[in-house]
């Protein structure tokens, strides 16, 4: 057979397998429509227009689900981003501040991604109403942080919270105990999309209803979905036509992502008069951080890569400390009429995000998601700005939280700040064992929050609990193997110091 024979033979026979897999994907979408479709027609009048436009989104997401094949990065094109493309935030504090910095101000909106649940925490509700520090949640400080800054400078900030199905009755209900601070708040919902058979890749939801044992069917896909479900709202538009140009945007639970003047002040007066569209915080990496995205360029447009991207022949040069030095702290800054000229042309990309899941009753599913930060190489002019880590602070588990109720930091108008009688400014490794996963575990173990200014590392296991006034310095490590208890008791100075056993201190 001729050379030419051979490739026309193999180009029809790749051919063939790709038309077949075309035909897959049709019959697939075609199944899921008429799936869709079902479940539309037990809609309500009340639910028909949102559930409507909700698996509208899906079914796009799903299309495109089904076109993608494998990592979603080609590796070699992945470079180191240039110099200019993420700024030190030194310099951008050096600049300074205007003296109209109200003028400015009145041009931000904060955004809180407020779609989660406590459930990792053992708490059931909105985790932003899970108590951080003198009684004090998540959405206490923030309405705190906000209130402060518009009774300072006189100015109007409002705060939008993005929910979900799963939050927002909860969230509603507790905003009333601001309606007389010094906030607008307002808030949307996020998209609620069909969880998928992983087998049949089919709705397992059979109407719409979310109550029940219907929970379990449907899932909010991420925080990717912002820009579409804000936009859907009215929200960004009623925001736009009041003059506002930039969201500040961050997750709830982060207590480091407070407003900062000299990143808004770069944004809307920018050093060589170019307005960026959107800026990503980042901050150095840490052992503790190699799993967390990070700012490559990729095709000359600075690019998010998240761990799932990566083919796993280059996980661990992902991880690699010294290659990509830095990771996305999930705060961003991104101008308003950007996402509404981006939704409108249907040109925000992300990369989705499949997230495997096993139900109660052993059925495995998969979520299709997206993230926020991953539609940077969406917008033009985009930067990166490397922040303190201190603008990185989340509380994801009960260790989070021993170190920010701790005396480590002080609390001031609802920021937290590292103490200044600490002596470094890092911040000391704290792990907490499985009896301490759940928050009203871990206050039990802890009559009052330990003295740890002087504290570098703190592993607990085990059946362990804390008496009064404990002050614990450089590395302590406490283990009660199973059967055993410990109590430290009241009072106790615990330096350097490794705990095994039993100790029982019994008052007489």
């Known amino acids: 057979m001729s050379s030419f024979a051979k490739d026309f033979s193999k180009a029809m026979s790749q051919a063939g397998s790709s038309q077949f897999q075309e035909v897959i994907r049709q019959e697939l979408e075609y199944s899921m429509k008429v799936e869709l479709d079902k479940i539309l027609a037990t809609a309500t009048s009340n639910e028909l227009e949102h559930t409507k436009k909700d698996l509208e989104g899906f079914k796009k997401l799903f299309h495109r689900f089904l076109q993608e094949k494998g990592p979603s990065v080609d590796w070699g094109k992945i470079q180191r981003p240039p110099e200019d493309s993420i700024q030190p935030y030194e310099k951008i504090k050096a600049r300074g501040l205007p003296d109209n910095i109200a003028s400015v101000l009145n041009k931000l909106v904060v955004v809180k991604l407020n779609g989660g649940l406590g459930t990792s925490m ?15 949640t998540f959405l206490d400080l923030t309405v705190q942080q906000i209130e402060h800054l518009n009774k300072s400078y006189n100015t109007d900030v409002p705060l939008v919270l993005m929910n979900s199905f799963n939050t927002d009755d909860d969230t509603k209900k507790i905003l009333q105990k601001y309606s007389h601070s010094r906030v607008k708040i307002y808030t949307f919902n996020q ?3 069909p969880r998928i058979n992983k087998e049949t890749l089919l ?10 044992e219907n929970t379990e069917c449907w899932y909010p896909p991420g925080h990717g ?13 009623n925001l736009i036509g009041e003059g506002k140009e930039y969201i500040f945007v961050s997750n709830i639970d982060n207590l480091g992502a407070t407003v900062d003047l000299y990143i808004l002040n770069h944004l809307m007066n920018p050093p060589n008069g170019k307005r960026c569209e959107f800026v990503m915080e980042v901050t150095n990496k840490t052992r503790a951080d190699v799993k967390g995205g990070t700012l490559t360029q990729y095709e000359n447009k600075l690019r998010l890569v998240e761990i799932a991207q990566v083919p796993k022949a280059h996980v661990d040069e992902f991880k690699s400390v010294s ?5 996305n702290t999930n705060n961003l800054w991104i101008a308003l009429s950007a996402i509404k000229r981006l939704q409108e042309k249907n040109a925000i990309d992300m990369e989705i995000i499949v997230n495997p899941k096993t139900l109660d009753g052993g059925l495995n599913v998969i979520q299709l998601e997206t993230a926020v930060g991953a539609a940077i190489k969406s917008f033009e002019n985009s930067l990166g700005i490397n922040v303190p880590r201190s603008r990185f602070l989340p509380v994801k588990t009960t260790s989070d939280l021993l170190l920010v109720m701790s005396n480590l930091y002080s609390l001031n108008a609802g920021s937290l700040t590292m103490s200044e009688k600490r002596e470094f400014p890092t911040v000391p490794l704290v792990k907490l064992g499985s009896s301490f996963t759940k928050v009203q575990d871990y206050l039990r173990r802890f009559e009052s929050i330990p003295d740890m200014l002087e504290l570098d590392h703190l592993t607990v296991s085990g059946d362990v609990t804390f008496g009064k006034n404990v002050s614990l ?18 009072g106790a100075l615990l330096e350097n110091k490794i705990v095994s056993g039993n100790l029982r201190i019994l008052d007489h």
């Not at 310095?473 to 009241?490: C, E, F, L, S, Y």
């Open 122 to 136: 053992g708490c059931k509700g909105p985790k932003s109403l899970i108590g951080v520090r003198n009684e004090n």
């Open 191 to 193: 998209s609620r999309y």
């Open 203 to 212: 709705p397992i939801a059979k109407d719409v209803s979310y109550s029940g």
């Open 225 to 237: 979905d912002i820009y579409a479900s804000f936009y859907n709202s009215g929200l960004l538009d």
């Open 323 to 327: 290659k990509f030095k830095i990771f």
């Open 473 to 490: 310095k450089g590395t302590v490590i406490i283990i009660a193997n199973h059967g055993d208890r410990i109590d430290i008791p009241a």
